[in-house]
């Protein structure tokens, strides 16, 4: 901690609290990030939000290619200074969210890694899922909260629909608690590291992903409704008698709450409903 708030000092450098900048500053910490991605010299590393280079600067020897990516044009001066002597490395000035995957990583298979924003977690993550033939694992540092809900169970309070599009996507571990001492400035929660390896199919198969993501939508969009109650708001068009009938055709309660419910039953009711289209 001591010697990332030294860098600080020295280079003049105050986290921007409107880009959520809290640099990670424990050395056991990053080394774990490092240590979960598995890195090796046939590796092409994306590092999302580069910051000062502290993670960047343990990525850069290890991986063969390694690109990393900072949004603040303020901390050119010191990126450039912290990874000049890597050849493998490109620092790129970008916003993740406008950032092409396919323009750089065409035919690659990459691995990311990042200490993202707690503001715009999920919105990384969506943008990243949507280019995932272009990534082989993800190894991120987000809200504590955030990640116990990507690894959140079927009837826990944190399964939601980020849990079922996550988990449908990839498998998911959180593998570290990282508290909020760890960071400078300091975060008002905890954090955690979560590891997501990319499946290279669906974790279930469905007919329609639409009518899939359909559903999930409606079962959470009121938790404490009934999955029949909860899926009659969804705006199908359908009868309530007839999709009572048609959750029963997938063996499921009309009466059950829709969090109660794995992905293997959402894809299965997805499926039922997906016949009467």
């Not at 598995?38 to 390694?66: H, M, T, Y």
């Not at 570290?176 to 008002?188: A, S």
């Not at 009868?239 to 997938?250: D, G, H, S, V």
Request: charged letters at 25%; aromatic letters at 8%.
């Amino acid at each position: 901690m001591f010697r990332i708030k030294n860098r600080l000092s020295e280079n003049k450098i105050r986290a921007k609290k409107r880009l959520g900048q809290n640099f990670l500053g424990n050395e056991q910490a990053l080394g774990l990030i490092v240590q979960s991605a598995n890195l090796s010299k046939s590796d092409c590393v994306l590092e999302i939000g580069a910051g000062i280079g502290n993670l960047s600067s343990i990525i850069a020897p290890l991986a063969g290619e390694f690109y990393a990516l900072e949004k603040d044009l303020s901390l050119k001066k010191i990126l450039n200074k912290e990874l000049a002597g890597f050849k493998n490395t490109k620092i790129i000035f970008s916003d993740i969210l406008k950032f092409d995957l396919e323009g750089i990583f065409s035919g690659k298979k990459i691995k990311v890694i990042g200490n993202l924003p707690y503001y715009i977690t999920s919105p990384i993550l969506l943008h990243l899922l949507d280019q995932k033939e272009y990534i082989k694992s993800i190894v991120i540092t987000v809200q504590k909260e955030v990640a116990e809900r990507i690894a959140a169970s079927p009837g826990s309070k944190d399964y939601g629909k980020l849990s079922c599009l996550l988990q449908y996507h990839t498998k998911p571990q959180l593998l570290e608690i990282f508290p909020k001492h760890f960071f400078i400035p300091r975060p008002e929660v905890d954090s955690a590291l979560v590891k997501l390896a990319i499946l290279d199919k669906p974790s279930i198969n469905v007919k329609s992903e639409h009518v899939f993501f359909r559903v999930v939508k409606a079962i959470f969009a009121q938790r404490r409704k009934t999955l029949l109650n909860g899926l009659l708001s969804g705006g199908w068009g359908f009868k309530r008698e007839q999709l009572a009938e048609i959750i029963n055709n997938a063996d499921i309660s009309p009466a059950i709450r829709g969090e109660k419910l794995s992905l293997s039953q959402i894809g299965i009711l997805a499926d039922e409903i997906h016949k009467h289209f």
